[in-house]
């Protein structure tokens, strides 16, 4: 009993020792492998920590280049786009003389009126871009007047032959309305071409204006009726050509066409667009109206050029970055 207890006594000394043993050396070791993890784990978090220092570091630098290319790109972009739209308000407008420090003034106006598209009526939208449009091609102090009449068919806008008045019709979408003023108001300068260019040219003008009785012209037309039944009464036996060019030399036309298209003279012709005007004179000769020959009309240059004008414009002023 007592062995079998002492045996197991030290059986259990035994276990207990080897417990006691044992159990300091797996302790130790299980120490020695914590502290050895810890000191891992630390090493780890040093080298995560130092990693991760590294990474933010670098990640800032990538922000701050980011950011100087960012702003050197976007001054770059805004000299770049001044550039790009003094070129074009000089190419749209036919006025070589439009500096930088104008083309950022016309900008900033451009990009107000845009704002007025959301803000305000479409009435005030369009007044304002009609004012902004007029002045730009230079015709600020002509009389040429707004108005919104109903079309004769699909079209957004008609510019008077005398450029007595630029009509926008209901039909002109709002998002239209830059490329439609444009469009018009080129209409306008090439009619202002044409007719200083020479005694000839004012005369087909007026051919055109007496041939297209249905465009906005009443108050030139009543004039013309005016004065050429005075010089039939006069000359009974002349032919309209003759008629017309003595109309010409009248007074009241005279003044009725410096009033609309300044003071009649090739001299208000820029050499470089003496060309270009010569081209009108061709296109305005075969020109044609949409409901007599849509396909003439069409492609005559003078739409050619009046649509090249809106697009350029209405694209340019797409997005204002500045
Ligand atoms: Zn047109």
Redesign the pocket.
């Known amino acids: 009993m007592f062995q079998i207890n002492n045996c197991q006594t030290s059986n259990i000394t035994f276990f207990g020792k080897n417990s006691r043993i044992v159990a300091p050396v797996d302790f130790r070791a299980r120490q020695t492998n914590s502290l050895e993890k810890t000191q891992n784990m630390d090493t780890l978090t040093l080298a995560e920590v130092q990693h991760k220092k590294k990474k933010r570091i670098a990640l800032l630098c990538t922000l701050a280049l980011a950011s100087i290319t960012g702003i050197l790109f976007a001054k770059n972009y805004k000299t770049h786009y001044v550039k790009k739209a003094q070129k074009t308000f000089q190419e749209v407008f036919l006025r070589k003389d439009i500096s930088e420090e104008e083309t950022v003034q016309m900008i900033e106006r451009y990009k107000n009126i845009k704002k007025m598209k959301r803000k305000d009526s479409r009435e005030n939208y369009t007044k304002a871009l009609f004012e902004e449009t007029k002045a730009n091609f230079g015709f600020k102090d002509r009389p040429l007047k707004l108005t919104f009449e109903e079309g004769r068919g699909k079209e957004y806008g ?2 008077a032959l005398d450029n007595s008045k630029l009509n926008i019709t209901p039909n002109c979408p709002l998002n239209r309305m830059i490329n439609t003023m444009t ?2 108001f080129r ?1 306008a300068k090439q009619h202002e071409l044409v007719i200083n260019y020479s005694t000839e040219s004012r005369l087909e003008a007026l051919f055109l204006i007496m041939k297209q009785k249905n465009r906005n012209t009443e108050e030139f037309r009543k004039l013309l009726d005016i004065v050429g039944d005075e010089i039939i009464e006069k000359y009974p036996k002349e032919n309209s050509d003759t008629i017309l060019r003595k109309a010409l030399e009248d007074t009241r036309i005279t003044r009725y066409l410096e009033n609309n298209f300044g003071k009649l003279s090739p001299d208000n012709i820029p050499k470089e667009y003496e060309e270009y005007t010569q081209k009108l004179i061709e296109a305005r000769k075969k020109y044609k109206l949409p409901e007599e020959d849509f396909d003439a009309y069409w492609n005559n240059f ?2 050619q050029d ?2 090249n004008a809106g697009q350029k414009i209405s694209r340019l002023l797409w997005f204002i970055p500045i």
């Open positions: 008609t510019m469009h018009e209409h003078t739409e009046a649509r």
